[in-house]
């Protein structure tokens, strides 16, 4: 279909999205009905959807009608991550769970198509639903975790029910593996809501999996990002036992990769301790490995998606001198390169630069950046996020705050997640 020229240009450029999603289905002709299984919605959604017209739009309910009917993001209205006349409807939990599984559904569907395992079996089974787990991860970054629990929730009883019916010790570990990374995606999405005795559970849940899968890298890392947890949660020692069991799980034959992190996660243990000795030590060590893997070409080994990079040792360098309240190890770095494209991360780091400031005396500054980490905090609903503005706020002790404080008082006071 000529997406350039005709109708649907010329429906996009008025902004009327859903007459551009009814030339594109019609094109391909599919039903109303068809689309909206595709996407979770009832016949009568997708009716409403497609008479529209210039008004705002579910960007949810564009992505996957997109993604699925293969429209170039630009057509309506998301293109470079922004909408134009877009805004979020509907606020009822069972219309955003609905969203949320045609969404993901819609965004696993391409990479599916092109998939080399045969659907009918269990490498197969094991390959989509480690998509989907991939799929709910991307939306982490512009969606609330309480959003996706339920969804991921489902998804993990879904693993749980093909696992169970799986024959054979490969098809069986295969499906644990899957487990193991769905259950530490939980695990993320209950830290990030506050909820640290269910984080701790998906964790120890998912290392569980992993070492019934019998995958010794897959077992140190889900080892290491609960220690990370712990650290961040003030636990030092804890995370530093798990650390070194990680390390002992892979042995001498570990990846640059993992020693790299482990080294980083180490860092956060001993700050968490206050050992500002071991901090350094562990962040050089971290940083020299990581400057080596610059020069590689190899992708990073699974479960590793993303190669680790100097930033991500001078993002942790932040957030222990934070937590150590050292101001010239947080302003130092040059923190526009460590800004990240996900929207929670970003406000955490924020929330350490403005305890570097703190730290330093600059309480101006340091309440202007934690009150813009607030309302992403705010806007995602993220108990994290809050928790760790309530950390600022309580380091700073004073009987006549200025009126930013006071500003921010107003506001944290009048969150409740």
Same mark, same amino acid.
């Given at each position: 279909?000529?997406?350039?020229?005709?109708?649907?240009?010329?429906?996009?450029?008025?902004?009327?999205?859903?007459?551009?999603?009814?030339?594109?289905?019609?094109?391909?002709?599919?039903?109303?009905?068809?689309? !909206?299984?595709? /996407?979770?919605?009832?016949?009568?959604?997708?009716?409403?959807?497609?008479?529209?017209?210039?008004?705002?739009?579910?960007?949810?309910?564009?992505?996957?009608?997109?993604?699925?009917? *293969?429209?170039?993001?630009?057509?309506?209205?998301?293109?470079?991550?922004?909408?134009? *006349?877009?805004?979020?409807?509907?606020?009822?939990?069972?219309?955003?769970?609905?969203?949320?599984?045609?969404?993901?559904?819609?965004?696993?569907?391409?990479?599916?198509?092109?998939?080399?395992?045969?659907?009918?079996?269990?490498?197969?089974?094991?390959?989509?639903?480690?998509?989907?787990?991939?799929?709910?991860?991307?939306?982490?970054?512009?969606?609330?975790?309480?959003?996706?629990?339920?969804?991921?929730?489902?998804?993990?009883?879904?693993? *749980?029910?093909?696992?169970?019916?799986?024959?054979?010790?490969?098809?069986?570990?295969?499906? +644990?593996?899957?487990?193991?990374?769905? +259950?530490?995606?939980?695990?993320?999405?209950?830290?990030?809501?506050?909820?640290?005795?269910?984080?701790?559970?998906?964790?120890?849940?998912?290392?569980?999996?992993?070492?019934?899968?019998?995958?010794?890298?897959?077992?140190?890392?889900?080892? !290491?990002? /609960?220690?990370?947890?712990?650290?961040?949660? !003030?636990?030092?020692?804890?995370?530093?036992?798990?650390?070194?069991?990680?390390?002992?799980?892979?042995?001498?034959?570990?990846?640059?990769?993992?020693?790299?992190?482990?080294?980083?996660?180490?860092?956060?243990?001993?700050?968490?301790?206050?050992?500002?000795? !071991?901090?350094?030590?562990?962040?050089?060590?971290?940083?020299?490995?990581?400057?080596?893997?610059?020069?590689? *070409?190899?992708?990073?080994?699974?479960?590793?998606?993303?190669?680790?990079?100097?930033?991500?040792?001078?993002?942790?360098?932040?957030?222990?001198?934070?937590?150590?309240?050292?101001?010239?190890?947080?302003?130092?770095?040059?923190?526009?390169? /460590?800004?990240?494209?996900?929207?929670?991360?970003?406000?955490?780091?924020? /929330?350490?630069?403005?305890?570097?400031?703190?730290?330093?005396?600059?309480?101006?500054?340091?309440?202007?950046?934690?009150?813009?980490?607030?309302?992403?905090?705010?806007?995602?609903?993220?108990?994290?996020?809050?928790?760790?503005?309530?950390?600022?706020?309580?380091?700073?002790?004073?009987?006549?705050?200025?009126?930013?404080?006071?500003?921010?008082?107003?506001?944290?006071?009048?969150?409740?997640?």
């Amino acid at each position: 279909m000529d997406f350039q020229t005709g109708p649907v240009r010329d429906a996009s450029r008025t902004g009327d999205y859903g007459r551009v999603i009814e030339l594109a289905r019609r094109a391909r002709k599919m039903t109303q009905t068809a689309l !909206g299984q595709a /996407l979770g919605l009832s016949q009568s959604a997708i009716s409403r959807l497609e008479k529209r017209g210039s008004a705002s739009y579910n960007t949810d309910v564009l992505s996957a009608a997109a993604a699925h009917l *293969q429209i170039p993001p630009v057509l309506v209205g998301l293109a470079s991550g922004r909408t134009a *006349q877009v805004q979020a409807e509907d606020d009822d939990s069972m219309y955003r769970r609905t969203v949320l599984g045609g969404a993901v559904a819609a965004m696993a569907a391409p990479i599916l198509a092109a998939s080399p395992d045969t659907p009918d079996s269990t490498g197969g089974q094991a390959a989509a639903l480690r998509l989907t787990t991939s799929a709910y991860r991307r939306l982490d970054a512009t969606t609330p975790s309480r959003d996706l629990a339920d969804a991921v929730d489902g998804h993990i009883r879904l693993i *749980q029910t093909i696992t169970r019916t799986a024959t054979g010790d490969t098809d069986r570990a295969r499906l +644990a593996a899957v487990g193991s990374e769905a +259950a530490s995606f939980a695990g993320w999405l209950a830290w990030d809501r506050g909820d640290h005795g269910s984080a701790r559970s998906w964790y120890g849940g998912a290392i569980k999996a992993a070492r019934t899968a019998g995958n010794a890298l897959l077992t140190a890392y889900q080892a !290491g990002t /609960l220690a990370q947890f712990e650290a961040h949660a !003030g636990n030092g020692i804890e995370a530093l036992n798990l650390a070194h069991r990680a390390r002992r799980v892979l042995g001498d034959q570990r990846p640059a990769v993992a020693d790299a992190w482990l080294s980083s996660v180490e860092a956060l243990g001993h700050a968490a301790v206050g050992d500002r000795r !071991g901090v350094d030590r562990a962040l050089t060590a971290s940083r020299i490995l990581a400057e080596a893997l610059m020069g590689e *070409q190899e992708p990073p080994p699974w479960p590793w998606v993303f190669s680790f990079t100097p930033d991500k040792v001078a993002a942790c360098r932040v957030a222990c001198g934070a937590r150590l309240h050292l101001p010239e190890w947080v302003l130092d770095e040059d923190v526009e390169a /460590l800004s990240t494209g996900h929207a929670k991360q970003r406000a955490l780091l924020v /929330l350490d630069i403005a305890a570097g400031h703190l730290a330093g005396g600059r309480v101006e500054a340091a309440f202007a950046l934690a009150s813009r980490a607030l309302e992403a905090g705010i806007r995602y609903r993220s108990g994290r996020i809050v928790e760790r503005a309530r950390a600022v706020r309580r380091s700073l002790t004073s009987n006549s705050p200025p009126k930013a404080v006071r500003d921010f008082d107003e506001r944290l006071h009048n969150v409740y997640l």
